[in-house]
């Protein structure tokens, strides 16, 4: 029980790193609108810059839920049934029973996506500046 806990503990502290990711991202996007405003052209870089930065915000609110999800699973752990139906009530799906190491990876994979994302908005923001 311990050792879960503790788990948790540093999972949920793994996961606030979406705040780093997403003000990177929104600040990305915003020097990419920048140049594209006192720049002539290149709206395909501009374009797929603020595509990633939708993709990279919507993967940062989808950690920041499952980070609250597993605040709320630290707290009850014996719970975890109830967990599934409320989300089953929230999402309107069918509850699939997940182990925590399921659920850890999942939200784990989500960080990845996120950050691979802010990494390839820089790189087209990077090539953006380069191309001017």
Not at 79 to 92: C, G, P, R, V
Request: proline share 2%; aromatic share 14%.
């Amino acid at each position: 029980m311990q050792s879960e806990n503790m788990t948790g503990k540093v999972v949920i502290a793994t996961l606030k790193s979406w705040c780093f990711i997403s003000g990177l991202s929104v600040f990305a996007a915003f020097i990419a609108t920048i140049i594209f405003i006192t720049t002539s052209g290149h709206q395909i870089h501009y374009a797929m810059s603020l595509l990633l930065a939708l993709c990279c915000q919507y993967y940062c609110w989808r950690i920041w839920l499952d980070c609250r999800y597993f605040q709320i699973l630290n707290l009850y752990p014996e719970k975890s049934a109830e967990f599934d139906q409320a989300l089953l009530l929230i999402f309107n799906k069918t509850p699939q029973p997940k182990t925590l190491n399921d659920r850890i990876q999942g939200a784990l994979r989500l960080l990845k996506r996120a950050a691979i994302g802010l990494f390839l908005q820089l790189g087209l923001v990077f090539l953006f500046i380069l191309v001017r």
